[in-house]
């Protein structure tokens, strides 16, 4: 069971947990229910470089395409590929089994700036109001 | 028109009319490929500048539009050699012939960031509303909640609960587009049956009545945008929008044989 509260978060909603410069990122509970039922995702290749803020995939549900976004810029080196064939994993399990992808990043001061687990709550409130 | 547009579609200050909406009805039907890229250009110009768009179009020739992850065309074949488009938005492929499709553009901090389905019900609640009224008087309702069945090929052969139906027949379908908080809605009103998918019949085969379409598109274009902004300004698209649409329309293009992958 992965601790939320050792996470940083996106105001669009995505997760990362730093473990040296390998980094893992998925998108959070509120934004899979905000979703609802998922019926497509695409995530990107292995060996892609992203910049912060560019799209990595994208998910399906209820007839609206959603954009996911890398909160920072790093190079892909791991996809969670089972994903695609098992989403119930992103409603069950967002911060553990749901995760997306993981990315090599050369800058470990990278993501110093997202929220905390405190104050992505209070965002996450606001949002909902 | 253009220079009040121009401050508010390119402007600095976004937030002035935060409620405005800029309408475009277009008087002759588009190409697919550039409705689609016009579609995208609006989300673009909405997420720069927080202008709130509405969208009323048709399309020049019979066109079937695929939703974004719809990667098999075994489907394809049975409906004839058309020109085929991707979608921004989700689910099944779209026939746009007889049919009036209208899109609409909210920025971020829209009054529907915490669930954005709202704003199916938002717009579909207005369209109901209007083609209730003289002289169409056509009565639509939502579809009675079911399991949604994704499985069909074609969105007017797929069932969910922000579908509006008029006598068991799925006449309005809609989807989405979020980016960073914006959201792309789009849906097609299918008028009248086409030859292509006979088994969907429209609202004139219903109601055995024709209606007139440059009424039904300004009335549609009003009322949608209404429903989402307090003021409305009519303008068209722009020369500069225009090169952009231009630009980007092949991408949407989809060829037989073409690999689908998103």
Known sequence: MTDTTTLQYTKSHEWIQKQGDLVTIGITDFAVKQLTDLVYIDLPDVGRTLDAGETFGEVESVKAVSDLYAPIPGEVVEVNDSLADDLAALSDDPFGRGWMIKMKVADSAAGESMLDHTEYEKFCASEEH | ?262
């Open chain 2, 1 to 262: 028109m253009w220079s009040e547009s121009r401050s508010l579609v390119m402007g600095t200050q976004p937030s002035t009319l935060p409620n405005t909406c800029v309408l475009m009805i277009d008087k002759t039907g588009r190409s697919g490929a550039e409705n689609m890229a016009l579609d995208e250009v609006l989300l673009e110009e909405c997420l720069s500048s927080g202008q709130r768009f509405v969208r009323i179009y048709t399309w020049r020739e019979p066109t079937l539009s695929l939703g974004y992850f719809q990667k098999s065309l075994d489907d394809v074949a049975t409906l004839g050699r058309l020109p085929i488009v991707r979608r921004l938005s989700g689910g099944g492929a779209i026939l746009h012939h007889h049919e009036v499709t209208y899109s609409c553009v909210v920025p971020p901090g829209n009054e529907w960031q915490s669930d954005p389905t709202e704003l199916y019900r938002v717009v579909h609640d207005v369209i109901i509303e209007s083609l209730f009224q003289v002289p169409y008087e056509c009565q639509l309702e939502y579809r009675k909640p079911t399991n949604p069945n994704n499985s069909e090929f074609l969105c007017f052969g797929r069932g969910d609960k922000n579908d509006l139906i008029s006598e068991g027949h799925k006449i309005v379908g809609s989807a989405q587009r979020r980016r960073r908080g914006a959201i792309l809605q789009h849906g097609s009103i299918l008028l009248k049956r086409s030859h292509y998918t006979p088994v969907f019949s429209g609202l004139s085969d219903l109601s055995n009545r024709e209606f007139d379409l440059k009424t039904l598109k300004t009335d549609l274009g009003r009322t949608i945008a209404e429903s989402i902004s307090e003021n409305t300004i009519s303008d068209s698209p722009q020369p500069e929008i225009l090169d952009r649409v231009n630009r980007k329309s092949s991408s949407y293009i989809v060829s037989i044989g073409d690999d689908l992958d998103c």
